[in-house]
């Protein structure tokens, strides 16, 4: 179709302002948090309504264009990359906090609204408790697309807990509601099913959340620890023990180092090999027991110190290190690569054994950063972008950390999603009977496949503008 | 639309379950559905032998439908056509349970009751309740989203199942999620499958999240005169710092008194239990209780909240409503039963916003009372799904009830994964 008409179109649609379509413009669309690969969008286009959504997908639906949703492009899974040279529809313009409904613990808003924002605006003593830690930035669309986790999630619960319904923009321009204010609905759970499809089965314009008070009373503590082997059993210990930290996550070396060279440090000692920052909360009446827990399986495991946060202001500085510290590894280097895979959570110390001796065979510098608590590890690949071996050995070494974890019994990803990146892998975990089943299902909402098209399932052939990841022959065997 | 006679439908089952695992003709009629008897009954042994039944079933177009326990067979319309029911008693294994990740494995006919047996040989339990644990399945508890008062606190059988295995038309087995607590690779179907009655295909397998049991759990109940007064108790402990298990409110017929009740679990560390039931009890004299205590005999008022009836009333509806319509919904369930001289049992999990309206009488005004509720219910931005009913009501009333949202794609589902149309045809909301 002719560029300029599909260009006048959009703006008839959404209005000037609303369309962006010159190439520098297009720059920041071609690629999410996730940066080895890159694909050029046609055109970007940022509705302010559910209506303008809907006619924004008639026009694509009449013509024939794929598109794919977007939210704050902070997925780490090449997610809302413009494949097939599509449109991009961004919710960036759709941030309005639409009802905060405290009696009956909900709230309404648009996708484009930044996951702490709700919590912030919603306050009086409740919040929306998943808190992935890109939450300053991240939309509420783009968790409910990635069913986002986040450090606290471990006793919370995911997205998919606390989301009851999502008005949904199918791919033809259709709109419904799916879900409500209400637990359940009769007929099948397609609120559920569309948390976590990563924005393959159309635009999510509004979503209902539950709002939970704040807990009564928060620990934090910070164990120390002289070998990462010690902290992972630890983990695993305090989960056999039946404690439920509301937060269990780990730093290593590389990462306490990053941290502590950076603006945001937050004291944790710099020759510790590997850090726990747990956290507690609930009722006071139940800190003693489990505090004594914790306490216990720390020293059991040769922690060399656990420090309690004396104050809110403590515990802040403890956490602010870990919500910047995939930042501040970054900063380390040009470019960094994220893993996601999960695990049962008493193989976690032979899986970090694991990614300590991929990083040695491929000379690359890994940091561990990572939600422990749910066994989701974060491995951090920090590389030069311009070392032209360095992508190659990154995608090998990160094939390799996948493989192991589904070989131990785990998943592919916890939190970040499928998306482009790790599609290729998908029949690692899954069967071709099982990959069916799940098409067959993404048919029924998104039967052309225009909406999002190549993420999610793997492909044979290679796509054209997106980086080697995707090509075969990366794919490793299962280890 | 069975080419095959019965009994030559016997034998060809028999063939693949053996003789002795099949029922046909008068044996059949204890799996009847709603007054519709199958040609047969079928008790696969093994996976592989339920798929073989699936693929049977494919070639000659059999209608079928999956059987648990049967304590929820009369969840779903009219079924359409019946012709084979698969049981799935002998499918009952426990395939994996790996205690300290906190995760299980069953086969879907297993009991609820067995595999909380299993789980308790290490102190942990899987946090769902649903009445009738001896005879209710894993595998019919998820296919008909059954709960009871601790979804609360733990969520529904949707947030607790992480990986589900399933054998759709034709006998093609299919998988997703992972044996981990944390996962988001691939589609997330098993939200498809649960609450789907088997219309979408038969579940075979499914891994749970599961918990440490409580060190100590102590209920406590407060009464009042009012139902106004125990609604505002009820709404102010949700929004309070307590952290019940599971919040109830009882109707007086119900609690077998003259009084409404409001009835707290608490669980977990002895100390929170042993404040938090403290303070739920000075709250309720403060609210202005008649009485408000500790009950000893916590467990089967427990029971009473999960079935008000005690199971002998011929109608049991749920509601499903936000929080501030449950208050709403209980009233109307009264005025209605006096209204239409119908025998109302109501109970509701308060904090999850379910409402169970148990009610006896003449069947067309028992129609009439139920169409009323609903109303009621779908005033309060919610809905009502009748969970028992005898086929005199649920010709006047639909089950379901209306789909306010996603019917075309829900029908697209059922068209890509049964276009034959044989997999419990005709049970789901929207004649699914
Ligand atoms: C530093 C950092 C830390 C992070 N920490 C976490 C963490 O702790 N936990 C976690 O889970 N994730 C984390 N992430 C990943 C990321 O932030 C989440 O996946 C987030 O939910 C993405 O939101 P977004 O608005 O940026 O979505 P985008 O990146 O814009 O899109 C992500 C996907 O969602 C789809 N999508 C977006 N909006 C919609 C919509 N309205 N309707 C339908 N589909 C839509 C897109 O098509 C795409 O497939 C982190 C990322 C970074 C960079």
């Known amino acids: 179709m002719d560029h300029t008409k599909l260009i006048s179109d959009l703006i008839r649609v959404v209005g000037q302002g609303a369309v962006l379509y010159r190439p520098e413009e297009l720059l920041v669309y071609e690629a999410d948090g996730h940066t080895i690969d890159k694909a050029a969008p046609r055109a970007i286009v940022l509705p302010s309504s559910t209506e303008q959504v809907s006619q924004v997908l008639r026009y694509l639906h009449q013509t024939g264009i794929p598109f794919v949703p977007r939210g704050a492009g902070t997925g780490l899974s090449g997610g809302s990359l413009a494949l097939e040279n599509g449109v991009v529809v961004c919710t960036a313009r759709m941030r309005r906090i639409l009802e905060v409904d405290i009696p009956n613990l909900r709230a309404v808003v648009e996708p484009g609204v930044a996951n702490i924002r709700l919590s912030q605006e919603v306050g009086h003593g409740y919040a929306y408790a998943p808190d992935p830690s890109s939450q300053a930035a991240c939309s509420i669309g ?60 159309g635009v999510v314009t509004k979503v209902m959340v539950r709002l939970v008070r704040v807990p009564e009373a928060v ?58 920052l747990i956290e507690l909360d609930g009722p006071p009446e139940g800190f003693d027991w489990e505090m004594a827990q914790v306490r216990e399986i720390c020293q059991r495991h040769q922690a060399r110190e656990v420090r309690v946060a004396k104050d809110d202001k403590e515990r802040a500085l403890l956490w602010r290190g870990r919500k910047h510290a995939i930042g501040a590894v970054g900063a380390l280097a040009t470019a960094f690569y994220t893993q996601d895979g999960v695990i049962p959570r008493k193989r976690l110390p032979e899986l970090l054994a694991l990614v300590a001796d991929v990083a040695k065979r491929y000379q690359l510098t890994i940091g561990n ?44 990803s916890g939190e970040h999603g499928i998306g482009l990146e790790k599609r290729e892998y998908m029949p690692l975990l899954f069967s071709g009977a099982d990959l069916a089943a799940m098409a067959q299902a993404r048919a029924a909402f998104n039967p052309d496949g225009r909406c999002n098209p190549g993420k999610v399932f793997p492909t044979s052939t290679g796509c054209g503008e997106v980086g080697a990841i995707t090509k075969p022959g990366v794919l490793p065997a299962v280890a | 639309m069975a080419v095959a006679t019965t009994s030559q439908l016997a034998q060809r089952l028999g063939a693949i379950v053996s003789a002795r695992h099949t029922l046909a003709d008068e044996a059949a009629r204890p799996y009847a559905i709603d007054g519709l008897v199958p040609q047969a009954v079928a008790f696969p042994g ?42 799935l008693p002998r499918l009952n294994q426990l395939l994996d ?18 595999f909380q047996a299993h789980l308790g040989v290490h102190n942990q339990f899987l946090p769902l309740d649903p009445p009738c644990p001896e005879r209710a399945t894993l595998g019919g508890m998820a296919a008909a989203s059954s709960s009871g008062l601790l979804r609360l606190r733990y969520g529904l059988p949707r947030d607790l199942i992480i990986r589900m295995v399933v054998a759709g038309a034709g006998g093609t087995l ?180 379910a409402v169970l309206v148990a009610a006896d009488g003449p069947e067309p ?68």
């Not at chain 1, 409500?180 to 393959?200: C, M, N, Q």
């Not at chain 2, 209608?63 to 359409?80: R, Y």
């Not at chain 2, 990740?101 to 297993?110: E, F, P, R, V």
């Open chain 1, 142 to 201: 783009g968790n409910v697309a990635e069913n986002s986790g986040g450090p606290h999630c471990l006793k919370h619960g995911f997205t998919t807990n606390h989301v009851l319904g999502v008005e949904l923009v199918l791919p033809e321009g259709e709109v419904v509601m799916l879900g409500g204010k209400a637990e359940e609905y009769p007929g099948l759970d397609l609120r559920g099913f569309v948390i976590g499809s990563e924005g393959t089965l």
């Open chain 1, 219 to 276: 620990k934090t503590l910070l164990a120390v620890f002289d070998t990462v082997d010690s902290a992972t059993r630890t983990v695993s210990d305090i989960i056999a023990a039946g404690v439920i930290p509301s937060a269990l996550e780990m730093m290593d070396h590389v990462v306490i180092q990053a941290v502590e060279r950076s603006p945001v440090a937050a004291g944790y000692p710099l020759d510790a090999a590997a850090v726990l």
């Open chain 1, 369 to 412: 950063v990572f939600h422990a608590g749910d066994g989701n590890l974060h491995p951090l690949i920090v590389y030069d972008a311009n070392d032209g071996d360095a992508p190659r050995r990154v995608q090998q070494a990160g094939g390799e950390i996948m493989a192991a974890c589904v070989a131990a019994g785990g998943s592919l």
């Open chain 2, 46 to 87: 093994s996976v592989g032998e339920l798929c073989e039944l699936l693929r049977l079933a494919q070639q000659d177009k059999l209608a079928v439908c999956p059987w648990g326990g049967g304590t929820e067979i009369s969840f779903g319309n009219l079924p359409e056509r019946l012709d084979l029911v698969i049981a």
């Open chain 2, 97 to 114: 349970h790996q205690p300290e990740d906190l995760i299980a494995t069953a086969q879907a006919g297993m009991t609820l009751h067995t």
């Open chain 2, 174 to 353: 299919s998988a997703s999620g992972a044996k981990v607590v944390k996962n988001v690779a691939g589609f997330d179907m098993a939200k498809l499958y649960v609450g789907s009655l088997g219309a979408l295909g038969i579940i075979t397998e499914m891994t749970f999240r599961v918990r440490p049991r409580p060190l100590a759990r102590r209920s406590a109940l407060a009464r009042f005169s009012q139902l106004e007064a125990a609604r505002s108790m009820a709404l102010a402990v949700i929004h309070s710092e307590l952290l019940p298990e599971a919040l109830e409110i009882l109707s007086p017929r119900t609690l077998g008194n003259e009084a409404w009740g409001v009835l707290a679990l608490f669980g977990g560390g002895p100390e929170i239990v042993a404040a938090h039931a403290k303070r739920f009890i000075d709250r309720a004299g403060a609210a202005g209780a008649q009485a408000a205590e500790e009950v000893s005999a916590g467990e089967l008022l427990l029971e009473q909240a999960r079935r008000p009836d005690g199971g002998v009333a011929a109608v049991l509806a749920q509601a499903s409503v936000p929080l501030t319509g449950v208050a709403p919904v209980l009233a109307v369930a009264e005025q209605l039963g006096a209204q239409q001289s119908c025998t109302i049992w109501s109970a509701a999990h308060f904090g999850s916003g």
């Open chain 2, 365 to 432: 005004a028992l129609g009439q009372l139920l169409l009323a509720l609903r109303q009621s219910a779908v005033g309060q931005g919610g809905s009502l799904v009748l969970r028992r009913a005898p086929e005199g009501v649920k010709r006047q009333v639909d089950v379901w009830g209306e789909v306010t949202g996603g019917l075309t794609v829900m029908r697209r589902l059922k068209e890509n994964f049964d276009p034959q149309r044989i997999l419990s045809p005709g049970r789901l909301a929207g004649g699914l």
